[in-house]
């Protein structure tokens, strides 16, 4: 029943993401890709920082999980920039493909793919495919960073399965977020500063902020700050295989929140690729993946 909760809370954070999709699509129309990820990442960092209060710091016998926020810096950094270059579906295609590398990470942990876990990857492509199947894959520079990007975020799921028996879940949130925070905004300052040395004080900093701020606000709060929480809570009782399938789903909910939100179109092709998504998330809710080594 416990592992049920929280798959139930993987689909909620699934949901989240898929409609910060649409908050990020907009807020990069008035603010560069590090700064946008280091102001949303800092808003999260600081809800997660007050609800966790002294118990989002790690005993001193601990140490920082670097790897996790380096990590993560490099995953959103880069589907950042490459939706810059590249269309919303083909970003939304290949960043789902995570699904297939996070068990293809697994195997250097010693992870075993069951049979039924492999068909949920299948059908979860299959799927993605289906989604995305009015926009042109085609090869670009945008199409090859957010592919990179989804090995990152892939690589993310598996640490966060690892940092979760090693430190609180609060504990986790807070450092990842922080650490995110930090580097992306020293290095969007140092990149816009470098370009416009009167970045600053020319007051188009001020005009960027206040015209994302509503996206801004929900990528942090909500997207990092709750949606990042509820994954590292989660993950404590889901392996990543599975857990991915059911993240995997924020394709679904992107293209809702662009109905909703956008205007955009659904067309048949989307909901036979949302209804393959949501069976192979079923088909990896009643699997037997079991094993956690590494």
């Known amino acids: 029943m416990k592992k049920l909760g929280s798959e139930l809370l993987l689909l909620l954070t699934a949901a989240i993401w898929g409609f910060a999709f649409v908050a990020q699509r907009q807020g990069m129309q008035h603010m560069d890709p590090l700064l946008f990820n280091g102001i949303r990442f800092a808003l999260g ?12 710091l790690p005993e001193r016998k601990m140490p920082f ?47 075993h793919i069951s049979g039924t876990i492999l068909i949920a990857i299948i059908l979860s492509v299959i799927g993605l495919y ?17 592919l990179i990007s989804a090995v990152f975020w892939a690589w993310h799921v598996q640490l966060i399965d690892r940092y979760t028996r090693q430190y609180d ?18 290095a969007g300052l140092a990149w816009n500063l470098l370009n416009n040395p009167a970045y600053l004080t020319d007051g188009m ?31 404590k009782k889901v392996a990543p295989a599975p857990a991915t399938i059911i993240l995997c789903l924020e394709g679904v909910f992107a293209l809702l929140g662009g109905w909703l939100l956008l205007n955009e179109q659904i067309t048949g092709s989307i909901v036979l ?22």
Request: aromatic content about 12%; some cysteine.
């Open 45 to 56: 960092a600081l809800v997660v920082g007050l609800l966790a209060g002294k118990k989002a």
């Open 65 to 111: 999980p670097w790897l996790l926020g380096i990590v993560l810096f490099i995953a959103a950094t880069l589907q950042q920039i490459g939706i810059v270059y590249t269309t919303a579906g083909n970003a939304g295609f290949i960043t789902g493909l995570y699904v297939v590398f996070v068990p293809l990470l697994g195997i250097f942990r010693k992870q």
């Open 130 to 146: 289906f989604i995305n199947a009015q926009q042109s894959v085609t090869v670009s520079l945008g199409n090859l960073i957010v």
């Open 169 to 186: 879940t609060l504990t986790v949130a807070f450092y990842q977020c922080s650490f995110v925070a930090l580097a992306s905004i020293t």
């Open 205 to 235: 900093f001020c005009s960027s902020l206040s015209a994302a701020f509503l996206p801004l606000l929900y990528g942090g709060v909500f997207s990092v700050g709750i949606a990042y929480t509820l994954q590292v809570h989660a993950q």
């Open 273 to 294: 690729g949302a209804a393959l998504l949501f069976t192979a998330m079923l088909i990896s809710i009643r699997s037997k993946f079991t094993l956690r080594s590494g």
